[in-house]
């Protein structure tokens, strides 16, 4: 007998973050500060930046976030990205990068940096690798109270925004 039944595909959300995706932005993250990938944020901090963040729901579930980091008028960095093993190599990675340099192109920034142990997926979006130190701002202002900051093996990757 022929099953005529169709599969509904669930759809997915890109979407500016909201109070109640804390908690699954916490959770997200928890899996990669753990093994030193991406830095720790607690909850409190993730409540308070929570406007920089943009998410993917699908399926009902938060899956994926990024946070848009403004350092100068120029300036911006991708933080926190993450999206859960489940649904990696999905698109969503990209999605969210695609989402945040609109937002940046919005705004008026003209780069867009990010520090990364893979810079392959950057590469595969247009970002170039730099040396970390053509970013001062970030270097002296956020990198300096890291616990990484004299080993720090992070590669640095930037993009132009148009
Ligand atoms: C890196 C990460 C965000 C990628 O997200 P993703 O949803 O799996 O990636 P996508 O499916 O959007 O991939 C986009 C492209 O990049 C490629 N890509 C993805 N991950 C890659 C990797 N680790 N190395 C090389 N290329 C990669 C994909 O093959 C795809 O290429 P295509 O368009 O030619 O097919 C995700 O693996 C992740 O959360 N990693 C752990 C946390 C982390 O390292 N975050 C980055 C901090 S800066």
Not at 10 to 36: K, N, Q
Not at 73 to 93: A, K, M, Q, T, W
Not at 99 to 119: D, H, Q, S, W
Not at 133 to 161: L, M, R, S, T, Y
Request: with cysteine; net charge negative; glycine share 4%.
């Amino acid at each position: 007998m022929i099953h005529l039944a169709r599969q509904i595909q669930p759809e997915h959300i890109v979407r500016d973050a909201t109070i109640a995706d804390v908690d699954s932005i916490f959770a997200l993250m928890r899996t990669y500060t753990a093994t030193g990938v991406l830095l720790p944020r607690s909850k409190a901090d993730i409540c308070d930046n929570v406007l920089k963040f943009s998410v993917i729901e699908y399926d009902g579930e938060t899956v994926a976030c990024a946070a848009l980091e403004i350092f100068t008028s120029e300036l911006c960095e991708i933080r926190s990205l993450v999206v859960d093993e489940r649904s990696s190599r999905s698109g969503f990675g990209r999605m969210l990068v695609e989402e945040l340099i609109c937002k940046a192109n919005v705004l008026g920034l003209k780069r867009i940096m990010a520090l990364t142990y893979v810079p392959e997926f950057f590469h595969n979006l247009g970002f170039t690798t730099v040396r970390k130190e053509i970013f001062p701002e970030k270097v002296w202002g956020v990198c300096v109270k890291c616990h990484k900051f004299n080993d720090c093996d992070e590669i640095a990757v930037v993009k132009n925004i148009s």
